[in-house]
């Protein structure tokens, strides 16, 4: 049979128990990132307990592709009511901000076009109960991609670049990190870290347990709070069901080296933490928090990042990813590798051609309005 003879089924998502064997053998067979593995997918499943089908992809009775979809309704404008899908979220905001990123259909390697083609195929034709698949936040190419070929309308909700860094090309290179930096960037870090060294010896430390690691997650919580804000949409530390989402996650993960919770210290006095997703000998920085200083000469982040990256380039990892942001010191730190972006594919409905219009309409006037302004 050739490879497109697909096959692909829908059912109930079974328990935890049922599909971690069947996900974790297709996931021996693919590559994927931290957020289409078990470890996290399992979390997901566990934690939120979403109300969803599986999907899945065979050939010749082998399982080649997985996938899990959430249906809602998403109610816009305060009258606009949509239908949604979406992959690997729940639809409900304070749920998702843990901000699944690298999203997909787990594939076989080799296999990834051909399934997300028939899943994409499948839903179309096969559930017509709904206006709006939403993935996200997936790779751009791959979001064009799932447009060509269902010919849906892709509406970009949001997007934003990633920055990483080649821990296998510095290695090769057989030069420090610092000197791929820019100079100005490379003179902030080594002022930084002579000025932090008239303090304290400054050292990467990690917890010794588990519950090291849950205490020091939680030390994070009141520095992103004050950097991020407390409301809605902003610190996940303000969201009770974030907070409880990575706990459990450390939890589990941590003795098997799926997280990593670290303290850059000066002398006793903490003045970082970061707290990384581990897959593969993929670093996923996740988040942080840093020690507010007033001398502005010195930049803890900055400090910690690189500290952290010579490090993982010591144990083997081959890849330092500082995900999706447009922060100013994740171009500084990292070279840009892809852009990430979230893309509703939309059925030919009336609403949503009048909802377009209407947005349209509106950047239009913001932008005319901006260029008034600086006339």
């Known amino acids: 049979m050739s490879r497109n003879a697909l096959t692909v089924s829908g059912e109930p998502v079974p328990e935890a128990l049922a599909l971690a064997a069947e996900w974790q053998d297709l996931e021996s067979r693919s590559r994927p990132t931290v957020f289409l593995s078990w470890q996290w997918i399992g979390e997901w499943l566990a934690v939120y307990r979403p109300n ?21 309704t998403e109610r816009r404008h305060g009258v606009l009511h949509s239908r949604c899908l979406r992959l690997h979220q729940m639809g409900d905001r304070f749920l998702d901000q843990i901000w699944i990123e690298y999203n997909g259909f787990l594939a076989e390697y080799g296999y990834q076009d051909a399934v997300s083609e028939a899943c994409l195929a499948y839903i179309c034709r096969e559930w017509r109960d709904w206006d709006e698949f939403i993935l996200g936040a997936i790779e751009q190419q791959e979001a064009e991609h799932y447009a060509t070929v269902t010919g849906l309308h892709p509406h970009i909700r949001w997007e934003a670049p990633c920055y990483g860094v080649d821990l296998n090309a510095l290695r090769r290179s057989g030069i420090g990190y610092l000197d791929l930096l820019s100079r100005n960037t490379r003179h902030q870090i080594r002022r930084a870290r002579r000025l932090y060294e008239e303090r304290g010896e400054v050292r990467l430390v990690r917890p010794d347990s588990v519950d090291q690691a849950l205490a020091m997650f ?116 990292g070279q840009l590798h892809c852009r990430l972006v979230q893309v509703a594919l939309q059925r030919d409905r009336f609403k949503l051609r009048l909802e377009d219009v209407a947005r349209r309409a509106r950047h239009r006037i913001r932008h005319e309005f901006g260029a008034g302004q600086q006339s």
């Not at 969803?52 to 809602?72: H, S």
């Not at 010579?310 to 730190?333: A, I, P, T």
């Open 52 to 72: 969803a089908m599986l999907l899945r992809v065979k050939e010749q009775g082998r399982v080649v592709g997985l996938g899990i979809v959430v249906e809602t």
């Open 218 to 333: 939680d030390e994070i919580g009141p520095w992103h709070l004050r950097r991020w804000g407390s409301g809605p949409d902003e610190s996940g530390f303000a969201n009770p069901d974030f907070v409880r989402f990575h706990r459990t996650l450390i939890s589990n993960q941590w003795a098997n080296g799926g997280v990593d919770v670290i303290a850059v210290k000066v002398g006793e006095q903490v003045i970082a933490s970061f707290y990384n997703l581990l897959h593969e000998k993929t670093v996923y920085f996740y988040l942080g928090g840093m020690h507010v200083e007033t001398d502005n000469r010195l930049k803890p982040g900055l400090v910690g990042h690189a500290l952290c990256i010579e490090d993982y380039r010591h144990h083997g990892f081959q890849y330092y990813d500082f995900m999706g942001g447009e922060e100013r010191y994740k171009s500084n730190l």
